[in-house]
C-alpha cells in the first residue's frame, strides 16, 4: 500500500461518549488541531473517541453518558477521504456490549439489501433469481459477485439507498494509524519511545519503498494458508452437508508493527543509569529530549504520511510544544 492509497480523516462526531452526549460532525486540521477546555470537559473523551474510531478500542464501562437515553449506546462517526479528495468514506464505529462494530456506509440496491461482496452464494442465487439478472453459473461465488456489482453500476442512481455494512477489511487497513501519548505515561518514557518507533516504522513499511517487499511477503503467507483455509472448508462440508458453499478470506497487513525498544543510559563518568530508578528530573529532561525528537519527526522530511493520527493528551508539563 502506498501512501497515496491512505484515508485522511476529515472529520468527528461523537454521540454518548462521558461528557461528549451529542457533539456534531467536528473538523479537524490536516496539520495540528488543538482541543482546549477545563477538566471533565472531554479532551480524553475525544481522544478515546478516536481510539473507538480507527482502532476498535473499547469504551470503558463508564463510557455511557449520563443524559443517555436508554438502549442508546456509544457511537462514532468520521468522515474520511483521500489526499485528493476524490473519494469519501464514512465510518461508524458503536459500542456493542463489549466489543466495537465498525461499519461503512455503502449504497446498496434494495433487490440486494447489502454489498453483494458480502454476501453467501445461496443468498445471491435467490436475488438473481427473483430480479431476472442472468446467471453466471457454477458454483463459485467470485463470478456471481462480479456480476451483481456489473449489474448495480447499470442502475440509476435512484434506485440506490444508503444502508450501513460491516466495515471491509480493504477500508480497514487504509483508515489511519493512531497513536496516543497520554497524560499517565508522564514517568514511563519507554513506552513513548515505543510509540514513536512504531509510529515511524509504520509510516516506512506502509511507503512505496517496502510496499512491493511486503506484498510478495503477503502473497507467500497467503500461499501458505490456503491449504488451512481448504482444510477448514472440508471439515465444515463434512460435518455440516446442509452448507452448499464456503468463502474465507484472509487479510495480512505487515506495515503494524510491535518494535522492541530498549534504552540504556550512562552518565558522565561512566556510571550506568537505569530508567527504572532514574530520579524525576532525569526522567523530564529525557521526556523532554523524546518530545523534541516527536517533533522534528512531524516537520522533517521524513515525518508522518496522512497514516498516522498522534494524539497528545494533556502533555501539560511542556507547553512550549
Known amino acids: 500500500m502506498t501512501d497515496g492509497d491512505r484515508l485522511m480523516l476529515r472529520t468527528i462526531s461523537v454521540r454518548n461518549l462521558r461528557s461528549l452526549h451529542d457533539i456534531p460532525a467536528t473538523a479537524l486540521e490536516t496539520d495540528l488541531t488543538i482541543l482546549a477546555g477545563q477538566n471533565g470537559g472531554g479532551k480524553t473523551s475525544f481522544i478515546d473517541a478516536l481510539a473507538m474510531l480507527l482502532e476498535s478500542s473499547v469504551p470503558n464501562a463508564s463510557a455511557l453518558s449520563s443524559t443517555t437515553p436508554d438502549g442508546e449506546d456509544v457511537v462514532v462517526t468520521g468522515v474520511f477521504s483521500s489526499e485528493d479528495a476524490g473519494e469519501n468514506v464514512i465510518v461508524r464505529s458503536t459500542r456493542v456490549q463489549n466489543r466495537v462494530r465498525r461499519e461503512v456506509l455503502r449504497a446498496v440496491h434494495p433487490d440486494f439489501g447489502a454489498p453483494p461482496e458480502g454476501m453467501t452464494l445461496p443468498a445471491l442465487r435467490a436475488v438473481f433469481a427473483a430480479s431476472n439478472i442472468p446467471s453466471p453459473g457454477g458454483v463459485a461465488l467470485a463470478p456471481f459477485v462480479k456480476a451483481a456489482g456489473q449489474w448495480i453500476s447499470e442502475r440509476p442512481p435512484a434506485e440506490l439507498v444508503d444502508e450501513w455494512v460491516d466495515l471491509p477489511s480493504d477500508i480497514a487497513v487504509r483508515l489511519p494509524h493512531l497513536t496516543v501519548f497520554r497524560s499517565q505515561d508522564a514517568d514511563n518514557q519507554l513506552a513513548r519511545v515505543d510509540r514513536l518507533i512504531a509510529q515511524e516504522s ?120
Open 202 to 321: 509504520q509510516r516506512l513499511l506502509s511507503s512505496a519503498a517496502y510496499t512491493p517487499q511486503l506484498a510478495a511477503v503477503a502473497a507467500e503467507v497467503q500461499a501458505a494458508v490456503d491449504p488451512v483455509l481448504d482444510l477448514i472448508k472440508k471439515m465444515i462440508r463434512q460435518y455440516c452437508p446442509i452448507i452448499e458453499d464456503i468463502e474465507i478470506s484472509t487479510a495480512f497487513d505487515f506495515s503494524r508493527v510491535s518494535p522492541q525498544v530498549r534504552i540504556q543510559l550512562k552518565r558522565v563518568g561512566g556510571d550506568p543509569i537505569a530508567m527504572n530508578e532514574a530520579g524525576s528530573g532525569i526522567l523530564q529532561r529525557v521526556g523532554l529530549a523524546i518530545y523534541a525528537a516527536n517533533l522534528a519527526t512531524l516537520q522533517g522530511a521524513g515525518g508522518p504520511s496522512s497514516g498516522t493520527v498522534l494524539a497528545y493528551d494533556e502533555q501539560d508539563k511542556h507547553y512550549d510544544y
